[in-house]
């Protein structure tokens, strides 16, 4: 893939970017593109470079390090995280397409807009039950299930109107094209989801190493039976989303119960 983004900086710039989403499968599918000897991806994997102000600032600022962003560290240090050796260089940050962080678009647009944007998704239903037992997990969300997922201000279900969450990034007409990838996909047909990523990038598509099979980051247990009634105001919150998402792929995404 030729790489006609950026300046001329120490190191290179990244020409692959998984861009979300929360609990969609990014740490697997990072790692799993990193096995490719022809692409390079960064470490640690969130860089959350494209958010969060100009300077360091951060003087009574309590949120956690990944949370302020790095952008105000410059391209310079961007460009210092990838292997410049790589054809392909890329890193993996689910924050870049969160509500919390509407510049992120634009600044991609400026510094890499031949990059190759990856959004990786899930059943939104079961995505935003998964983002409310991690928070469960980390002791950060103590309402009930129902409370968390439908209280308007949440992210739980922000966070899984996919379609909405790419319009920034198609608006700058930078990205014309974006590769969805179902973390359900990336389950169940492993091999050939990888493939076709793989020849979108330019790589050789039949690579493949034994480290593939394996399954990462996996949550810790199944989550709780979820109420009809619940389940069903989930499903007609993301229903029309969901059908503009599948416009945008073109294509279906099988066992999603929206």
């Known amino acids: 893939m030729r790489d006609r983004s950026g300046p001329c900086l120490p190191g290179a710039l990244p020409n692959l970017v998984v861009i979300g989403a929360m609990k969609c499968g990014t740490t697997s599918l990072h790692h799993y593109l990193d096995l490719h000897p022809a692409i390079s991806m960064s470490r640690p994997k969130e860089l959350n470079f494209f958010f969060g102000p100009a300077d360091a600032g951060g003087d009574g600022d309590e949120r956690p390090d990944w ?3 790095n952008w105000h560290r410059g391209p310079e240090w961007y460009a210092a995280q990838f292997d410049a050796a790589s054809p392909v260089r890329g890193e993996a940050s689910p924050g870049y397409t969160s509500p919390s962080y509407p510049q992120v678009a634009a600044r991609m647009a400026e510094l890499i807009p031949a990059a190759q944007l990856v959004y990786a998704v899930r059943d939104p239903v079961e995505r935003a039950i998964s983002q409310y037992e991690h928070h469960r997990r980390q002791g950060t969300e103590t309402r ?3 409370d968390a997922l439908l209280d308007p201000g949440s992210q739980y279900i922000a966070r899984g109107r996919y379609a909405e969450r790419l319009r920034p990034f198609l ?3 930078a990205f014309r094209r974006i590769a969805v990838v179902a973390k359900e996909e990336l389950a169940t047909a492993r091999r050939a989801t990888l493939r076709g990523l793989f020849e979108l990038l330019g790589v050789d598509a039949d690579h493949w190493s034994p480290a593939m099979e394996k399954r990462r980051n996996a949550a810790p247990g199944e989550h709780p039976p979820v109420d009809e009634r619940l389940r069903c105001r989930l499903e007609e919150a993301f229903a ?9 792929a073109g294509r279906d995404f099988p066992g999603w119960t929206v």
């Open 240 to 248: 029309g989303d969901a059908e503009r998402l599948r416009e945008l």
């Open 67 to 69: 949370a302020r962003g």
């Open 144 to 146: 009930p299930l129902a």
């Open 171 to 173: 608006a700058t007409g």
